[in-house]
C-alpha cells in the first residue's frame, strides 16, 4: 500500500474510533508510545487512553482538513500530519486541531502509534 493511502486509511480509523469508541484506540499504542497532549507527555497505552477516555466531553466528531505524510527512516515509520476541526456536541463553534502521528512497523505488518502530539489551534 502506499504511504498516501496508508496514511488516509490510518487517519480514518483513528478519528471514526476515537469519536465512536475512545478506549478503543489501546491497540494502536504501545508501551513504548508516547502522547503529547496540549503540552502534556503522556506514555504507554493504558496511561494514554486513560487520557483520551477522560477529556471533559462524551461526544465529539472530527472532520479532517489535510493529511500529510512522508516516510520516517530505515524501519519503515511514517509521519502523518493531520488538520482539521473538531465539534464538540453542544458547542455552537468547531474548534481548529493539528495532530501529528509517527507510525512504526510491528513485525506483524501493521502499524502502531509511535508519537503523538496534539494541539488546538487558537486564532
Do not use: W
Not at 478519528?15 to 491497540?27: H, M, P, S, V
Not at 497505552?45 to 477522560?54: A, D, E, G, M, Y
Not at 500529510?68 to 509521519?79: E, F, K, T
Request: negative net charge; hydrophobic residues 35%.
Amino acid at each position: 500500500m502506499d504511504p498516501d493511502a496508508l496514511s488516509k486509511a490510518f487517519v480514518e480509523h483513528y478519528y471514526t474510533t476515537f469519536d465512536t469508541n475512545r478506549a478503543g484506540l489501546a491497540n494502536l499504542y504501545q508501551e513504548t508510545s508516547m502522547l503529547t497532549f496540549e503540552g502534556q507527555k503522556i506514555q504507554g497505552s493504558q496511561n494514554i487512553v486513560n487520557k483520551l477516555t477522560s477529556l471533559p466531553f462524551q461526544q465529539c466528531k472530527h472532520s479532517i482538513t489535510t493529511v500529510d505524510c512522508q516516510p520516517s527512516g530505515p524501519a519503515g515509520g511514517m509521519l502523518v500530519f493531520v488538520s482539521g476541526n473538531l465539534q464538540l456536541a453542544g458547542e455552537q463553534h468547531a474548534l481548529k486541531f493539528s495532530q501529528m502521528f509517527h507510525l512504526m512497523p510491528t513485525p506483524q505488518g501493521s502499524f502502531y502509534v509511535y508519537n503523538d502530539i496534539f494541539r488546538l489551534n487558537y486564532a
